[in-house]
């Protein structure tokens, strides 16, 4: 199973900007769909984004298009959040995870509810604190 690593939560103000980092391995990053997903307090694990098909296909939930980017840096085994225009609706605990194998690469986010999207993935990162605050 891969291990996978966030950072780069923190505090921001309303509009503000952060970029969460989810570091793992080369094979990871190359051959596996990779996904940030969001949880709230008595909410539901929601997807945001995933890269999938060698970076070829990135996907984003509504709630999210138009203001994150997903990306990935192969040589530094990372993928990259870049999140704007930050609103206290996106205070949550931000998680990355990841998926291998081709049938479940091929699945994963592609749904069109994001709160299904967690079910594919079986590799998570412990999680990491977003609040977007005054």
């Known amino acids: 199973q891969p291990q996978l690593v966030e950072s780069g939560g923190g505090l921001v103000q309303p509009g503000g900007s952060l970029r969460l980092s989810c570091a793992s391995s080369?094979?990871?990053?190359?051959?596996?769909?990779t996904g940030w997903f969001r949880q709230a307090p008595g909410k539901e694990r929601e997807g945001v984004s995933c890269?999938?098909?060698?970076?070829?296909?990135?996907i984003y939930s509504d709630s999210v298009t138009g203001r994150f980017t997903i990306s990935r840096d192969v040589a530094k085994s990372t993928v990259y959040l870049q999140m704007n225009s930050l609103t206290p609706d996106d205070t949550e605990i931000y998680y990355c995870?990841?998926?291998?194998?081709?049938?479940?690469?091929?699945?994963?986010?592609?749904?069109?509810?994001?709160?299904?999207?967690?079910?594919?993935?079986?590799?998570w990162g412990q999680g990491i604190q977003v609040t977007v605050s005054p």
């Open positions: 890269i999938k098909n060698g970076g070829m296909t990135t």
């Open positions: 080369r094979y990871t990053i190359e051959n596996y769909a």
């Open positions: 995870a990841a998926v291998g194998g081709f049938s479940a690469v091929k699945r994963a986010c592609d749904g069109r509810d994001p709160t299904a999207w967690a079910s594919e993935f079986g590799s």
